[in-house]
Each structure stands twice: as structure tokens, then as C-alpha cells.
């Protein structure tokens, strides 16, 4: 893990934050129409900014289970290229915060290297023409500052390798279940972050804080007051408790069936993956809330 210090570079006061990734390009099932769609979302407004989650290529190579050569449609290279030219306008326009390491990349390092950290993120640090942090690790702490240098807010972002689902025939008891699960997978990792993403897993998924009730005593009189996201511990602490931060899994471009082929994921029997990222809000130098897109 890396902790990206962005102090030279000052967040305006109102401004989204994306995350998304998993678009795993060279495989014949990526949504490349969706990936465009996102990265255009983010360039309409001056005020977007980006994080890619990891699994930016396929990255298999012929030794790998899951090479086909009826799914796999570029090799590494090509497809570490491809991405390179489809994130070349967010580069360009100092919008790509950072990018992380995902597993698919990381399966390659024994045998060529990191390709994430030695050739995609230089070449999009060229074209953006900044010191933007670009390669963020398999996990990346980003501390956020506004144009006084004072810290907006701090973000642990890490690509994940543990899985997220439920057994449960409910939907809502099905859907309660992936939320604890993502929180539980996150909670620990950083203590003073008010937003926890990870990606891997294929699903668009938030797990918001949930204002409780609470009493207090004023001039002799018991009022109710909610406890809200980002309520710190002790006085003084920097500290979140678990229950105040967001939690969010970052969605994928992948999709697990194709008309015509047999993917792997259709031959593993995962179940249909979710398109789409995450919003992150932040609004007068706060994180107001971070918002599911599905696609």
C-alpha cells in the first residue's frame, strides 16, 4: 500500500469523485461501449475526477487456465496499448488520480513484469504532463486537500481479492448480507478514511452509514440527535468509527456472457456481473455520499 499525499494538487471545493475499473480489456466480453460511456461521464464536467480500480487488461497469458483463444482477442501488450489510448483523454485532461495494480495485471509480473507500474501508468503520466501519483499499488490511500492545504478528506482504495455474495434466497436479506460483508472486508484497513472502495468483485454495491438515534441534555431539556458519516471518535481523534464511513465495491465492464461464445465465467457458473462505477460525492470541501451507477 502507498498513502498519495495530494497536496500539490488542491480539490476544488465541489467535485465528484469516480471509481471505477475491472474492465479487463482484451477479452472479448468487455463492455468497451459502457468504459467509453464512463470516461466521457467523467470529462462532461470539469469538476469529475477518476481513480481506475485494477484489472485495467485481461493479462492472460497462454499458461493461464483461462486463456481461450475464442475470448482472448489481443495479447498483453496490445491490450496494455488499447487502455493506454481509451484513458489518454483522462490523462490529458488531469482527471486520472490514480491507478491501482488489479490481479489480472499482477498474474503477469513473474514473467514480463509489472505492467501496470513499468508501462501503462508512465505512459499516462507522459500524456497528462503532471505529477499526478497515476500508480497507486494494489491499494492506495489518497489524502485530499482544498486550495488552503487543509485535508477535504482521506479515501482507502484497494483492487480486493475476496469474493462478496450470499446464499440467501431473500433479496433483502441478500442484499443486507454483501453490505456487511464488504464492510467487514474494509473496516479495518484505514481508520481514518470516511470512503473505503475496492473493486475484483464484479458487483456495484454500497454500504452507507445509517443515521441512529441518539439523546442528549441541553438547558435541562433531553433532545434527540442522529449520529451522521464521518462523526469522529474521541475529541480530537482522527479516528471514523466503522459505522460512519461509506463502503463501496466499484462495479466491472466485463460481462459474463457473450451470444455466440463460452466465457469463462459462463463455464465457472458465476452469477450475471454488474455493469457499471461509483460516484463519490464531495460538496463544499465534505463527502457528502458515495452513489451506485449501474449501467
Known amino acids: 500500500m502507498i498513502v498519495s499525499q495530494l497536496k500539490n494538487h488542491p480539490m476544488p471545493a465541489d467535485y465528484d469523485h469516480i471509481f471505477f475499473g475491472d474492465n479487463q480489456e482484451g477479452n472479448i466480453a468487455q463492455a468497451e461501449d459502457k468504459f467509453k460511456e464512463c470516461i466521457e ?33 489481443r495479447p498483453p501488450i496490445k491490450q496494455a496499448n488499447k487502455v493506454i489510448e481509451m484513458l489518454a483523454p483522462l490523462a490529458k485532461a488531469n ?15 513473474s514473467k514480463i513484469g509489472n505492467i501496470t507500474e513499468e508501462y501503462i501508468c508512465p505512459e499516462l503520466r507522459k500524456i497528462s504532463g503532471t505529477d499526478w501519483p497515476i500508480y497507486g499499488t494494489y491499494s492506495n490511500k489518497l489524502v485530499f486537500y482544498d486550495d488552503r492545504g487543509k485535508i477535504q478528506h482521506k479515501a ?21 448480507n454483501m453490505q456487511y460483508r464488504l464492510k467487514l472486508l474494509l473496516e479495518k484497513m484505514a481508520g481514518d478514511c470516511i470512503v473505503m472502495v475496492r473493486g475484483h468483485s464484479h458487483i456495484v454495491l ?11 441534555d441541553e438547558s435541562g431539556r433531553l433532545k434527540q440527535r442522529y449520529t451522521h458519516s464521518g462523526m469522529m471518535g474521541s475529541s480530537g481523534s482522527s479516528y471514523i468509527p466503522p459505522d460512519h464511513r461509506w463502503y463501496g465495491c466499484s462495479g466491472s465492464f466485463l460481462k459474463s456472457q ?30 457528502q455520499q458515495l452513489l451506485e451507477k449501474k449501467i
Open 41 to 73: 461521464f467523467i470529462l462532461e464536467n470539469p469538476n469529475r475526477y477518476a481513480s481506475h480500480m485494477g484489472d485495467a487488461i485481461d493479462a492472460f497469458w497462454v499458461d493461464d487456465k483461462r486463456y481461450d483463444t475464442d475470448t482472448t482477442v
Open 156 to 176: 482507502y482504495i484497494t483492487h480486493g481479492r475476496k469474493m462478496i455474495s450470499s446464499v440467501s434466497p431473500d433479496p433483502h436479506r441478500k442484499l443486507a
Open 258 to 287: 457473450v451470444l455466440g461464445v463460452d466465457t469463462y465465467s459462463e463455464i465457472a457458473e458465476y452469477s450475471p456481473t454488474e455493469l457499471g462505477y461509483l460516484i463519490g460525492e464531495i460538496r463544499d470541501n465534505n463527502f
Open 95 to 109: 482527471r486520472l488520480i490514480t491507478m491501482l495494480l488489479g490481479n489480472h495485471e499482477l498474474a503477469l509480473k
Open 206 to 216: 454500497v454500504t452507507p452509514p445509517i443515521p441512529t438515534l441518539y439523546l442528549v
